[in-house]
Nanobody, 123 residues
Framework: QVQLVDSGGGLVQAGGSLTLSCAASGLPFSRYAMGWFRQAPGKEREFVAA????????YYADSVKGRFSISRDNAKNTVYLQMNSLKPEDTAVYYCAADLLRVSKTESEYDYWGQGTQVTVSS
């Protein structure tokens, strides 16, 4: 059974930092590209960042470029999202996802999803 467990969310003041983690089990993690998406209240889910199987290719949404950093540890079956200089508009539920075929910004291409972790940034 495939499981992606998101964690690390919380309440933080604007300008602060958080690191999200996504622990995967039940799948050959190193064969999957990984991504982070987020969904704010009343909005559609949107792409945040993605990393290829080896980590050699990384994509970011323009809104987080320079502030967020995605990484992975294939030995630990875990992908991370380091979030710095957080803004109130970063408030959302953050989801990790796994894509067998390729690293992608497209939500529909992902095969498995975590349950989400809430990030709230106060002004």
């Amino acid at each position: 059974q495939v499981q992606l467990v998101d964690s690390g969310g919380g309440l933080v003041q604007a300008g602060g930092s958080l690191t999200l983690s996504c622990a995967a089990s039940g799948l050959p993690f190193s064969r999957y590209a990984m991504g982070w998406f987020r969904q704010a209240p009343g909005k559609e889910r949107e792409f945040v960042a993605a990393i290829s199987r080896s980590g050699s290719t990384i994509y970011y949404a323009d809104s987080v470029k320079g502030r967020f950093s995605i990484s992975r540890d294939n030995a630990k079956n875990t992908v991370y999202l380091q979030m710095n200089s957080l803004k109130p508009e970063d408030t959302a539920v953050y989801y990790c996802a796994a894509d067998l075929l390729r690293v992608s910004k497209t939500e529909s291409e992902y095969d498995y999803w975590g349950q989400g972790t809430q990030v709230t940034v106060s002004s």
